[in-house]
């Protein structure tokens, strides 16, 4: 009998860690999981995330990224031979082209590690703690063709200490985005 029918098919990007691909793992292996990894894609040969998928047993794949467009439509195919009904990023380092997002149709996620809208982009940590904030935190959010500014989904807040650095903040938050990128995709079916 399959196991996973009636769940929603998720494809995975990654460039490098893979945590939040190992977290989202171990989310799909739970009973209440609405969601079955069939695809991760990385444009990197040594991103750590690939081991996981391949001790997982899910399709995984390295695309080299020299040439965008190429790397777009391998993805394409792949994503259409897979019946993939949701994209997340995590942890990908390159920017989707707005070709991509309008021929894939359907939602893609990003995982950011700030309360979005400040400090999208790179250096978040770094530039909250320089900027005294109080609070930081992540952010699941729909990518559109504006660096980190699509709608957000989900955001979950932590308090920076005035003994955090750059490093623990990382931390904390990371802690934070493992937690939150499953919820996000559950409400993302449910409620969008
Ligand atoms: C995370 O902090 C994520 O928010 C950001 O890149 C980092 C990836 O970490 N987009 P990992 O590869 O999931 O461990």
Redesign the pocket.
């Known amino acids: 009998m399959e196991k996973s029918s009636g769940k929603k098919k998720i494809a995975i990007f ?10 989202l793992i171990k989310y799909s292996n739970t009973k209440k999981s609405i969601i079955k990894i069939v695809l991760v894609i990385s444009n990197n040969f040594s ?3 690939l081991d996981y998928a391949k001790k997982s047993k899910i399709k995984n794949i390295y695309i080299k990224y020299s040439n965008k467009k190429n790397f777009e439509n391998r993805s394409l195919k792949l994503l259409k031979q897979n019946n993939v009904d949701l994209i997340c ?5 390159k920017i989707l082209s707005g070709n991509f997002i309008k021929k894939f149709y359907k939602p893609i996620l ?4 700030s309360l979005l809208p400040k400090y999208k982009g790179l250096n ?1 940590h770094k530039r909250a703690i320089k900027n005294k904030e109080k609070f930081s935190g ?1 952010t699941v959010h729909i990518v559109n063709k504006k660096l980190d500014a699509g709608k957000i989904i989900l955001q979950k807040r932590v308090k920076i200490l005035k003994s955090d650095c750059e490093k623990s903040l ?1 931390k904390k ?2 802690k934070i ?2 937690k939150i990128y499953s919820k996000a995709i559950e409400k993302l079916f449910t409620n969008y």
């Open positions: 990654i460039s490098g860690r893979g945590s939040n691909l190992k977290s991103a750590k995330g990023l995590a942890g990908f380092m990003n995982i950011h590690p978040t992540a990382q938050v990371l985005e493992h």
